[in-house]
């Protein structure tokens, strides 16, 4: 299971900021968070990325440098060292796009730890860990329906950054 999940975007004065993250409590090696987003921003690598550095394992999405006013972001999953980064690869793809068009939001919070929540189960049931039945399948769609769903102020798609 991660430790984390955390939104980076850019700042032209300052450069890569983090802004929110779940949990709000957990200490995160801010270098090499910033490590990860210089990294891929460097590259020129949109999209998913893994990246192990010191004593943090990362698996991001990076959204590509900024292009017509759209500015820069990465949702970064902080995970053990024990774990393997390319597993988050779908699911990260699938959520990083409504995570930051509706950075915005006012439940963004609790958006976010349901984000963490979703990515957190939906790795463990994809890789045979625990099973998809009951109480578990019913949290997880409902969580994944609100994270994919369209609202009227939302109507930018992953591909659009």
Same mark, same amino acid.
């Given at each position: 299971? /991660?430790? %984390?999940?955390?939104?980076?975007?850019?700042?032209?004065? +300052? @450069?890569?900021?983090? %802004?929110?993250?779940? /949990? =709000?409590?957990?200490?995160?090696? *801010? #270098?090499?968070?910033?490590?990860?987003?210089?990294?891929?921003?460097?590259? #020129?690598?949109? @999209?998913f990325? +893994?990246? &192990?550095?010191?004593?943090?394992?990362?698996?991001?999405?990076?959204?590509?440098?900024?292009?017509? @006013?759209? /500015?820069?972001?990465?949702?970064?999953?902080?995970?053990?060292?024990?774990?393997?980064?390319? !597993?988050? !690869?779908?699911?990260?793809?699938?959520?990083? #796009?409504?995570? $930051?068009?509706? &950075?915005?939001q *006012?439940?963004?919070?609790?958006?976010?730890?349901?984000?963490f929540?979703? $990515?957190?189960? &939906?790795?463990?049931?994809?890789? @045979?860990?625990?099973?998809?039945?009951?109480?578990? !399948? !019913? =949290?997880?769609?409902?969580? *994944?329906?609100?994270?994919?769903?369209?609202?009227?102020?939302?109507?930018?798609? /992953?591909?659009?950054?």
């Open positions: 299971m /991660p430790k %984390g999940i955390v939104i980076l975007h850019w700042d032209d004065a +300052t @450069g890569p900021v983090i %802004g929110e993250h779940f /949990p =709000e409590d957990r200490f995160y090696n *801010e #270098g090499n968070l910033i490590t990860s987003f210089s990294s891929a921003a460097m590259a #020129g690598t949109t @999209g990325q +893994t990246l &192990r550095i010191g004593n943090s394992n990362i698996a991001s999405f990076y959204t590509g440098m900024a292009v017509r @006013g759209r /500015p820069q972001y990465m949702v970064a999953v902080v995970l053990r060292q024990d774990e393997t980064g390319e !597993k988050y !690869k779908e699911s990260l793809e699938k959520i990083s #796009g409504k995570l $930051i068009s509706r &950075r915005n *006012e439940s963004y919070k609790q958006l976010l730890a349901d984000a929540k979703w $990515i957190s189960y &939906r790795v463990r049931v994809d890789s @045979g860990e625990i099973k998809n039945t009951g109480s578990i !399948k !019913k =949290e997880l769609d409902a969580i *994944e329906k609100e994270l994919l769903s369209q609202s009227a102020k939302d109507t930018t798609k /992953p591909s659009a950054y």
